[in-house]
């Protein structure tokens, strides 16, 4: 996503991503990877079960389903990517694919 | 005449143990191996069939080859790996929960207000907006335990 970030600025859509993780986990990371857009973190899982995505093991704790959500300007989901495979990841061009079928 | 030791037997072990950790460790890194393992999957076919080789020339031509005990319990151990590696990749990586209460489609995304790197709160609601210049919003959630 990262690669891709000026395109998706391009096409005015904003980049959020949200896991458990700590602010502090993440700002660590997301400096050494670097990363530049916003990273949330969901430390009680309030948002990913709100969105009914906990998964995880009872030894791990609850953590997020991989999912992607498109939410338009109005704040309606207009396109979704639930996972169905742990080692598949979503790719920037399927969402190019449906931000084009939206015209933007 | 010494038998020939008949080493295709270790070597289709050694390449099918390579052909599992490799992926975990190796092949993850870039999406085309990662999302199908083929090149695991060929590797362990490598690896499989040269354990077989060893293994048919034992039985087949016991007097040039060792291995009549050797070959067979080094193929099952192949095989096993195989099998997990297809349990793991294959079944096992596909457990989901089915987040049925999932927002579809045309469904307002639930809102909420978290903290950013830094510790300040970013509300979702804020995020997203029509005017002169509309936004959208790519919402990822991630697995974590970076």
Known sequence: MQEQLSEFQRRGVQVVAVSVDPPEVTLEHIRKLGFTFTFLSDQQHAAIRSYDLVHGTPEEGPIARSAEFLIDPQGIVRWRNLTSDYYVRLRPEQVFAALDHFGR | ?146
Not at chain 2, 2 to 22: M, P, Q, T, Y
Not at chain 2, 23 to 42: E, G
């Open chain 2, 1 to 146: 005449m010494k038998r020939a030791w008949n080493l295709s037997i270790e070597a289709g072990f050694a390449v099918s143990v390579f052909a599992f950790l490799s992926y975990y460790f190796i092949f993850v890194r870039w999406p085309l191996t990662r999302d199908f393992p083929w090149a695991n999957l060929l590797l362990f076919v490598a690896g499989l069939g040269l354990a077989l080789l060893g293994v048919v020339r034992a039985f087949r031509q016991p007097k040039r080859y060792q291995g009549k005990v050797r070959g067979p319990f080094w193929g099952v151990f192949g095989v096993l790996i195989f099998g997990a590696f297809l349990y793991l990749n294959f079944w096992f990586s596909r457990q989901m929960p089915s987040a049925a209460n999932a927002p579809a489609v045309g469904q307002a995304a639930p809102d909420f207000t978290l903290p950013d790197a830094s510790g300040k709160p970013v509300t979702l609601s804020s995020l997203y907006r029509t005017g002169q210049r509309d936004q959208w919003v790519l919402l990822i959630f991630y697995r974590g335990y970076w």
